[in-house]
């Protein structure tokens, strides 16, 4: 099976064949340390730790050279917060053919142009529902001075995939997120796309985050979408979504996290019910601190099959790299950016070599 996930990557980029080769020998090498002699184990953990350690100075110093492009003002190395995550994906669905992916997402910081300009890699950011796609897209953010975040404005260009093929789009999103006296912290986002061929797209988006305790949070969405050319996302152009997201921190909450789920899609401006699924992700750490696991069991109830209960597994491997190269296993499990928190402060940590990098303190 290694040698399947490696014979795959290789049809990416170089750098991206390094990423995904370090991710697979972690996970392989934490699965067969209890059965290595401990000098051999220790030769390997320093081997994959310097691996590791090397691919996030090279992913900093591209960040960095991109950045000087702006400017030569000097700055200081927490000033670069480049992240990406690397994953490999799998996926069994009874209702449609396996799924295999390796990809990047995350972002490129560009700390000279004051933050206002990133360059975004992977999936989209205007929710956590299952509609967003984890195609290579890339683009460039403008994020214009005033924004905080609880008034959020931006604005996107460079290519995604749409209707089967890449194509150069635009896109506006602006996010409000209502500072009210109540457990219930409720927040609006509307984003205008336009493509050189799909043409028009809009999502508006209403959300409610609600912590129900120290270990539970609980988040309804409601989401519309509207197509002009693209059919092949939902008839007729207009699509409506509900998701019901439960997340849950288990007793040790830096080494595991679950989320259960219930999202129903409607079609046809939106007459007729088009899928229901039922869903848990549990996300794990393995024995090195940036890189987990993943897996996702669910039972669809598509439309096509006359709702019919379908099963379907996934199973994800990811690892960052680059500025706070510590995996937090509750990312997109328990959303704390709309939760009253203090700013996250910049903490340093020694590596596993002895050079430092920066961890942020987050406080709920």
């Known amino acids: 099976m290694v040698l399947s996930l490696v014979l795959n990557c290789t049809n990416r980029a170089v750098p991206i064949f390094a990423a995904c080769l370090t991710l697979i020998m972690?996970?392989?090498?934490?699965?067969?340390?209890?059965?290595?002699?401990?000098?051999?184990?220790?030769?390997?953990?320093?081997?994959?730790?310097?691996?590791?350690?090397?691919?996030?100075?090279?992913?900093?110093?591209?960040?960095?050279?991109?950045?000087r492009f702006f400017s030569n003002e000097i700055i200081d190395d927490e000033g670069q917060e480049t992240r990406l995550r690397v994953y490999v994906k799998m996926r069994a669905d009874g209702n449609d053919d396996e799924q295999f992916s390796v990809g990047i997402r995350g972002k490129l910081s560009l700390p000279r142009t004051e933050h206002r300009l990133q360059i975004i890699f992977g999936q989209d950011d205007d929710s956590t529902a299952s509609v967003n796609t984890e195609d290579q897209n890339i683009s460039l953010r403008i994020r214009p001075p005033g924004t905080d975040p609880?008034?959020?404005?931006?604005?996107?260009?460079?290519?995604?995939?749409?209707?089967?093929?890449?194509?150069?789009?635009?896109?506006?999103?602006?996010?409000?997120?209502?500072?009210?006296?109540?457990?219930?912290?409720?927040?609006?986002?509307?984003?205008?796309?336009?493509?050189?061929?799909?043409?028009?797209?809009?999502?508006?988006?209403?959300?409610?985050?609600?912590?129900?305790?120290?270990?539970?949070?609980?988040?309804?969405?409601?989401?519309?979408?509207?197509?002009?050319?693209?059919?092949?996302?939902?008839?007729?152009?207009?699509?409506?979504?509900?998701?019901?997201?439960?997340?849950?921190r288990l007793r040790q909450r830096t080494r595991h996290a679950i989320a259960y789920g219930a999202e129903f899609f409607y079609r046809n401006k939106p007459g007729e019910l088009n899928d229901v699924v039922l869903k848990a992700k549990y996300r794990r750490t393995t024995g090195r601190d940036w890189l987990f696991w993943e897996i996702e069991p669910a039972v669809r109830f598509p439309a096509v099959d006359d709702h019919d209960m379908t099963y379907r597994i996934t199973f994800k491997l990811e690892g960052v790299f680059g500025y706070n190269d510590t995996a937090d296993i509750n990312q997109g499990f328990i959303?704390?950016?709309?939760?009253?928190?203090?700013?996250?402060?910049?903490?340093?940590?020694?590596?596993?070599?002895?050079?430092?990098?920066?961890?942020?303190?987050?406080?709920?």
């Open 150 to 248: 609880m008034r959020q404005l931006r604005f996107d260009v460079g290519f995604r995939k749409r209707a089967g093929s890449y194509q150069l789009f635009g896109r506006a999103r602006h996010r409000l997120t209502f500072d009210r006296d109540s457990r219930w912290v409720p927040s609006v986002t509307n984003s205008i796309h336009y493509f050189t061929k799909a043409k028009t797209e809009y999502r508006g988006q209403i959300t409610f985050d609600w912590p129900l305790s120290t270990r539970f949070f609980f988040r309804p969405t409601t989401q519309i979408r509207w197509y002009q050319n693209n059919t092949d996302k939902c008839n007729d152009g207009i699509c409506i979504d509900q998701y019901f997201t439960l997340y849950e």
């Open 26 to 67: 972690g996970i392989v090498l934490s699965s067969t340390g209890n059965r290595a002699h401990a000098d051999q184990s220790d030769v390997s953990f320093n081997t994959i730790a310097a691996g590791h350690d090397k691919w996030s100075r090279i992913t900093l110093d591209t960040a960095d050279r991109i950045d």
């Open 335 to 364: 959303p704390t950016s709309t939760l009253r928190r203090r700013p996250a402060k910049p903490q340093i940590a020694a590596s596993a070599n002895g050079a430092h990098r920066f961890t942020h303190i987050r406080q709920l």
